[in-house]
């Protein structure tokens, strides 16, 4: 099969998560540029609006659904929805996540419950149900997790204090490698991208903090950009990556190898 047809997802059907903005919305680009049709999750009916009518205007097959997947009852309505509108899913992206910055030791356990319950919990929830609903009985799938960097340590001294997001993106990662061990038998790939930093509404407040500290610590010398996902995430999702599973990559400019 020529490199052209490994990398083609026309007729493929996608799940994103968090897709309304941000890295979601990037990641939904490329598996739409690519030929997948998708449906886009998040919070904001409006911004979701807004997004699809983005991804539309550039050809992209696109839909919506507003939910909270902090709320397991969420989880099963979405992915109603997206069988109703797909058929099936091919293509499971886990992105839509939350952070909390305070120190450990004041770290509050609202803050602490809400983003377990979404960055974690939500991502094994909707990977259960799409796996059992649809990508185990068809022998076929391919789950893109975004963990972070932030899941592969702790943060460098005199920086932000996001002990919470940092132990549950560790979670994410751990789910990866578990799942995929599990899941390799029904022709299921689970990999994940770990992002490092890259302008968002979430990390917004980071980067503006420490910036500077950040860039001085990156041996490529920037933040992310709005394509350095693409590839990554199209490498998981298309059959390039059929023999790659469990496997994290950090998309983050050599932040973490320093």
């Known amino acids: 099969m020529s490199l052209k047809k490994l990398l083609d997802l026309t007729g493929r059907k996608a799940i994103v998560t968090g897709g309304s903005r941000g890295l979601g919305l990037q990641i939904a680009e490329a598996l739409g540029e690519q030929g997948a049709e998708v449906v886009l999750s998040a919070r904001r009916a409006a911004e979701l609006e807004q997004a699809v009518a983005h991804l539309s205007s550039l050809g992209i097959k696109a839909h919506m659904f507003a939910c909270d997947l902090g709320k397991p009852e969420s989880v099963g309505s979405l992915v109603d929805e997206a069988l109703t509108r797909l058929g099936h899913v091919d293509i499971l992206v886990n992105n839509a996540g939350a952070t909390w910055g305070s120190p450990a030791e004041d770290y509050p356990l609202e803050a602490w419950l809400k983003l ?28 893109v997790n ?32 578990a799942l995929a061990a599990e899941w390799g038998e029904y022709g299921i790939t689970v990999n994940a991208i770990a992002p490092g930093f890259f302008p968002s509404k979430m990390a917004s407040a980071v980067i503006d903090a420490y910036g500077e500290q ?9 933040i992310g950009g709005p394509e350095d996902l693409k590839g990554a995430a199209l ?14 990559l950090a998309v983050d400019g050599g932040f973490s190898v320093i």
């Open 116 to 143: 377990l319950n979404l960055n974690l919990t939500g991502v094994f929830l909707l990977s259960q149900q799409v796996g059992r609903r649809s990508m185990i009985p068809r022998r076929y799938g391919r789950i």
């Open 146 to 177: 975004v963990a972070s960097i932030a899941g592969l340590g702790g943060n460098p001294p005199s920086m932000m204090k996001t002990i919470g997001y940092n132990t549950t993106k560790g979670g994410v990662v751990n789910l990866t490698r």
């Open 214 to 222: 950040m860039i001085a610590h990156t041996p490529l010398k920037r």
């Open 235 to 248: 490498l998981f999702a298309c059959d390039a990556g059929q023999h790659i599973t469990g496997q994290i």
